[in-house]
T-cell receptor, first 113, second 118 residues
Framework: AQKITQTQPGMFVQEKEAVTLDCTYD???????LFWYKQPSSGEMIFLIY??????QNATEGRYSLNFQKARKSANLVISASQLGDSAMYFC??????????FGAGTRLFVKA | GAVVSQHPSWVICKSGTSVKIECRSL??????MFWYRQFPKQSLMLMAT?????????EQGVEKDKFLINHASLTLSTLTVTSAHPEDSSFYIC??????????????FGDGTRLSIL
């Protein structure tokens, strides 16, 4: 069975510092995709970054990078130079076949001024 | 601009009322849409897969007679919560898959509907 695990219910980071949000996954499929989404208090889901299981390099999108360690089945999100607007819920997710997506429990990030 | 439009964004109604939520794909025709439910401080849980022109596929534990899904056109899926009760109060969010996309590509989400049953 496929599973996404986020073990950090909440994280604090000082403005302008970097923060790592942890995500581990479990799947027996050789081909899969890993995503990170941001959900502000308003509720919309904002796609941040994607990593394919066969991608050789770690994905990067602006201040977001994904630390993909396939052997350890981890896909941690790194946010550099945190901003106050980064305060939100962050969900790690995995494509589960047939276009389905399963989500982790989420991590609430608080950015301190 | 928005790829998916979800309406209404907020609903408050009495117990026993049926509530319809619409999810529209604005940029492309979508044969597949997904409906999720999210309780406060919890993750998104997939309720069902909406398939254009055929019956929806419900996840285990989701009552199909309670949550009616209609995907009558390639741009519109509706979720009707029938005879809603307070325990149905939740955040409902839909997502759309681009045609010809691979299964490991991100979905486009609507802005969600907050449903409060009094």
């Amino acid at each position: 069975a496929q599973k996404i695990t986020q073990t950090q219910p909440g994280m604090f980071v000082q403005e302008k510092e970097a923060v790592t949000l942890d995500c581990t996954y479990d799947t027996s499929d050789p081909s899969y995709g890993l995503f990170w989404y941001k959900q502000p208090s308003s509720g919309e889901m904002i796609f941040l970054i994607y990593q394919g299981s066969y991608d050789q390099q770690n994905a990067t999108e602006g201040r977001y990078s994904l630390n993909f360690q396939k052997a350890r089945k981890s896909a941690n999100l790194v946010i550099s130079a945190s901003q106050l607007g980064d305060s939100a819920m962050y969900f790690c997710a995995m494509g589960a076949g047939g276009f389905k997506t399963i989500f982790g429990a989420g991590t609430r990030l608080f950015v301190k001024a | 601009g928005a790829v998916v439009s979800q309406h209404p964004s907020w609903v408050i109604c009495k117990s026993g009322t049926s509530v319809k939520i619409e999810c529209r794909s604005l940029d492309f025709q979508a044969t597949t849409m997904f409906w999720y439910r999210q309780f406060p401080k919890q993750s998104l849980m997939l309720m069902a897969t909406s398939n254009e022109g055929s019956k929806a596929t419900y996840e285990q534990g989701v009552e199909k007679d309670k949550f009616l899904i209609n995907h009558a056109s390639l741009t519109l899926s509706t979720l009707t919560v029938t005879s809603a009760h307070p325990e149905d109060s939740s955040f409902y969010i839909c997502s759309v898959v681009e045609p010809n996309s691979y299964s490991n590509q991100p979905q486009h989400f609507g802005d969600g509907t907050r449903l409060s049953i009094l």
